[in-house]
């Protein structure tokens, strides 16, 4: 029986192992993407790219990016957010896009001005990485509503992780997925007292 989305809130924890040779589908993964993509962002600008890792050799090198983490050494699968940093520039080409598509069938200048006002070429690393954190907050309910295990891991080193993706100048990694079937219960949870 699949979690609703409050079971889902409460249900999620962050997995430590997974169970060996149980694959993440490409099915999973497509549902799981589309939780993503979905995800709210400031101005409307996505910036995030979402790359699925499922190949052995890969997963490897991804995990030992991850300092050899347990979640990560025995993912099924990743999902790696990248904040797409460089193409949040005012002029760039994605930024225009985004807000044509943003005003509708309006006038994108307001938008486009508002956004001018506020970038800051020193912050906007950490603002685009921490818009990526929604899309994996939606990956990560998704991921137990479809009965999956996930824990986010942000004990990377950078350097390591891009260069296993290959990834351009200007887009660093913001967070790892490490995804499969949990191999333990949740754990008592621990958090701050409602009140
Ligand atoms: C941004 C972020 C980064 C995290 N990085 C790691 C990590 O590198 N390794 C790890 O084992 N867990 C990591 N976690 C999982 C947290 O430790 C976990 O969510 C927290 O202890 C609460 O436990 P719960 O998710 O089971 O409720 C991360 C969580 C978040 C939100």
Redesign the pocket.
């Known amino acids: 029986m699949q979690p609703a989305l409050p079971d889902a809130i409460q249900q999620?924890?962050?997995c430590?192992k997974f169970v060996a040779e149980q694959p993440v589908s490409l099915g999973e993964l497509a549902l799981l993407l589309e939780a993503g993509r979905l995800a709210p962002s400031a101005f409307g600008l996505e910036p995030w790219r979402f790359i699925t890792v499922t190949d052995g050799a890969e997963r490897a090198a991804i995990a030992h990016a991850?300092l050899d983490?347990?979640?990560a050494a025995t993912a099924a699968a990743f999902i790696v957010i990248v904040a797409l940093v460089a193409a949040l520039d005012p002029d760039s080409v994605y930024v225009r896009k985004q807000f044509k598509a943003e005003a509708r069938d309006g006038d994108p200048a307001p938008i486009h001005d508002a956004y001018r006002a506020f970038h800051r070429p020193e912050s906007i690393t950490e603002w685009a990485k921490g818009q990526c954190?929604f899309a994996?907050a939606h990956m990560l309910l998704q991921a137990t509503h479809q009965g999956l295990g996930s824990?986010?891991?942000?004990?990377?080193d950078a350097a390591a992780l891009s260069a296993a993706l290959r990834l351009p100048a200007g887009e660093p990694p913001a967070?790892v997925i490490a995804l499969g079937r949990c191999a333990h219960a949740?754990?008592q949870?621990?958090?701050k007292a409602f009140d």
């Open positions: 999620r924890y962050a430590r991850c983490q347990p979640a954190n994996a824990c986010p891991i942000g004990g990377f967070l949740a754990p949870r621990l958090r």
